[in-house]
């Protein structure tokens, strides 16, 4: 899960940052709103936390501008702005949730959670494509009955092709959902676990379900 952070307090963004990625999350961080308006409108983030009072532009007028550009990315507001008019603004926009400085990073986690949850049932509910099951709770992974064993980033992977079923995704994509900012482009790390992926998802069936798109990228079908 990738989530973008414009905030213009550099201390904190280190703090939550840090704290996020200790939480399996990629985190990429806007310290002013015109950076946080390019990155949230160029960038493809499951979640995007926006500061209220940003330097060039204000966190209110970049959600305008994200929710016009038709992305429904869920958003957090994070801010010392606490008057009751700030946060019926902030909804009003299309803000998923708010939450007020100080506050504890534990709460955020927690919101964050509750947010991402709420954003697709996806997440919490079984993805099926022919027998493959994979349980997002349980972390269960199944072709037919037979159980199959898989290391977190391959979860992640597969994780990522069920919820994008039917359509291609390329390397770049998945690089952006599976693996953090800092990942080579140009390795071809996502080929190696694609083939290891393979090997346990597919090597022992008749109906092969990950295919290669020569020139785009892979995509998970029957
Ligand atoms: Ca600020």
């Known amino acids: 899960m990738r989530i973008l952070i414009a905030e213009d307090e550099e201390k904190l963004t280190k703090y939550l940052k ?10 990429d961080i806007a310290l002013n709103g015109m950076d946080g308006l390019h990155l949230a409108t160029h960038e493809a983030y499951d979640l995007i936390i926006l500061d209220i009072m940003l330097p060039e532009y204000d966190g209110l ?34 803000a998923d949730d708010y939450i007020v400085k100080p506050f504890s990073f534990h709460e955020l986690l927690a919101r964050i959670r509750a947010c991402l949850r709420r954003s697709s049932h996806k997440a919490t509910s079984e993805l099926t494509v022919a027998d493959l099951t994979l349980d997002p709770m349980t972390r269960k992974v199944f072709r037919g009955k037979k159980k199959i064993e898989l290391s977190p980033i391959e979860f992640s992977l597969l994780e990522y092709l069920m919820n994008n079923a039917g359509q291609v995704v390329t390397r770049t994509m998945i690089s952006e959902h599976v693996w953090d900012s800092n990942f080579e482009s140009f390795s071809n790390v996502v080929d190696v676990h694609i083939a290891k992926l393979r090997s346990k998802i597919d090597r022992d069936f008749d109906l092969k379900l990950i295919h290669t798109k020569r020139g785009a990228g892979y995509v998970i079908e029957e």
């Open 61 to 94: 007028s970049i959600l305008k501008d994200v929710r016009n550009a038709g992305i429904k990315t869920p958003v957090i507001f994070l801010t010392a702005k606490d008057s009751i008019a700030d946060r019926v603004d902030g909804l009003n926009i299309g």
């Open 18 to 27: 840090k704290g996020l990625e200790e939480s399996s999350y990629v985190v």
